[in-house]
């Protein structure tokens, strides 16, 4: 059974920093793009950024690029996302997700993620 389970989330001010992990069980990771997607109230899920399974892939949404760094550790099936410069605007739910990388580069479209995260909660107060 495959388990995605994020952890880091919490209320920051603006300016702050947060790292979010992603440990994943139940899978072989370092066969997986691995992608993590933000949900705002009242909005739909958006892509924040993705990477390919040896790390060589990266992807960020123009929003983010430059202040949010996305990682991954193989050895301990956990991919991280350091958020830095947060704005009110990132305020979300994050969302970690799995994609069992069937293409060339990692995917930034939610429906191509096959295992996905409960989501942890980011509060930027300004």
């Known amino acids: 059974q495959v388990q995605l389970v994020e952890s880091g989330g919490a209320l920051v001010q603006a300016g702050g920093s947060l790292r979010l992990s992603c440990a994943a069980s139940?899978?072989?990771?370092?066969?997986?793009?691995m992608g993590w997607f933000r949900q705002a109230p009242g909005k739909g899920r958006e892509f924040v950024a993705a990477?390919?399974?040896?790390?060589?892939?990266?992807y960020y949404a123009d929003s983010v690029k430059g202040r949010f760094t996305i990682s991954r550790d193989n050895a301990k099936n956990t991919v991280y996302l350091q958020m830095n410069s947060l704005k009110p605007e990132d305020t979300a739910v994050y969302y970690c997700?799995?994609?069992?990388?069937?293409?060339?580069?990692?995917?930034?479209?939610?429906?191509?993620?096959?295992?996905w995260g409960q989501g942890t909660q980011v509060t930027v107060s300004s």
């Open positions: 997700a799995a994609d069992r990388s069937r293409t060339a580069v990692p995917n930034r479209n939610e429906r191509d993620y096959d295992y």
């Open positions: 139940g899978l072989t990771f370092r066969r997986f793009d």
């Open positions: 990477i390919s399974p040896g790390s060589s892939t990266i």
